[in-house]
């Protein structure tokens, strides 16, 4: 064996961040209209994660009145077919008192234990008694005992009065029965720590999780920037100049380097949890997964 040889197998030898304890992951999924669960990249895309063992896997909802079917539906999709924890989206918004305790109970009897509580977007609110996430947390544990998810912003809630009353309403969802919080995705990895430093410092004590997003489209991105108040630091923009937002493929190895980037930073400080914003696709996710030292068994 040449010395190339023995300098390949020590880069190798475990993953390409050399982390020996082990590694969390869990995947988040939009659920497909009703009509389409079967013939899109929906299931297939689960599927094909699920073999990784992930913690969960998320399925969202909005504030829309279909989309609660659309999740609920999907949820028993993949609950018939494959052996996974499912967490779906719980949202306030568009729902009354009365409504959501029939969905959380539907959920519950059908053995959905784990619940991502948001509020949703603040929209046609048929029910003035319930504006937050954290009163939605009260109304779920007088029904049962929900292993509940809740949303973090690190770089601030875009309605948040400033950062500091964000991290205290957090701090109440936790309180109030919260297990764990996943952040917005963000690419500025000291933004991410800065915030976990703070919540520690506050007294929260569940794990903070980072929300990864895999860049697929910059295009795409950029519109999903500008709704959430994400900074896109200029490094960024600059990889992606030149580059069109047709060519997937490009758009992809791309975002790929820049979140292999990410989480390398983010293991060398201790992070051992990742959420993935899948956007429905596989690929570039389980290439992470994989290269994190995950294997799992079909």
């Not at 967490?87 to 305790?101: A, G, V």
């Amino acid at each position: 064996m040449n010395s190339f040889d023995n300098y390949d197998s020590h880069i190798f030898e475990n993953n390409i961040f050399h982390i020996t304890s082990k590694i969390n992951v869990s995947f988040e999924f939009f659920p497909p209209k009703l009509n389409t669960i079967k013939n899109s990249n929906f299931f297939s895309s689960i599927k094909k994660l699920s073999i990784l063992n992930p913690d969960f896997i998320s399925i969202t909802c909005t504030s829309n009145d279909n989309m609660y079917n659309y999740t609920y539906n999907s949820v028993l999709e993949i609950q018939k077919k494959l052996n996974v924890t499912i967490s779906p989206h719980l949202i306030y918004s568009n729902f009354t008192d009365h409504e959501i305790k029939k969905i959380a109970q539907n959920y519950w009897n059908t053995g959905i234990k784990n619940l991502v509580v948001l509020r949703g977007d603040k929209i046609q609110q048929k029910n003035s008694s319930l504006k937050y996430a954290s009163n939605l947390i009260i109304l779920l544990k007088e029904i049962a005992n929900f292993d509940i998810s809740v949303a973090a912003y690190p770089e601030v809630h875009p309605e948040a009065k400033n950062s500091q009353s964000d991290l205290i309403y957090l701090k109440n969802k936790v309180d109030l029965g919260a297990n764990r919080a996943i952040t917005q995705f963000f690419f500025e990895v000291e933004h991410y720590l800065r915030f976990r430093d703070r919540c520690a410092a506050i007294g929260i004590n569940v794990e903070i999780i980072p929300g990864i997003l895999p860049i697929l489209d910059f295009k795409q991105l950029k519109n999903f920037a500008l709704m959430t108040n994400v900074y896109i630091p200029k490094w960024i923009h600059n990889m992606f100049e030149g580059i069109d937002s047709k060519d997937h493929k490009m758009n992809k190895m791309i975002g790929l380097s820049i979140s292999m980037n990410m989480i390398k930073q983010l293991c060398k400080e201790g992070v051992r949890h990742f959420h993935f914003y899948t956007l429905n696709q596989y690929d570039v996710t389980y290439a992470l997964c994989h290269m994190l030292g995950l294997r799992g068994t079909n």
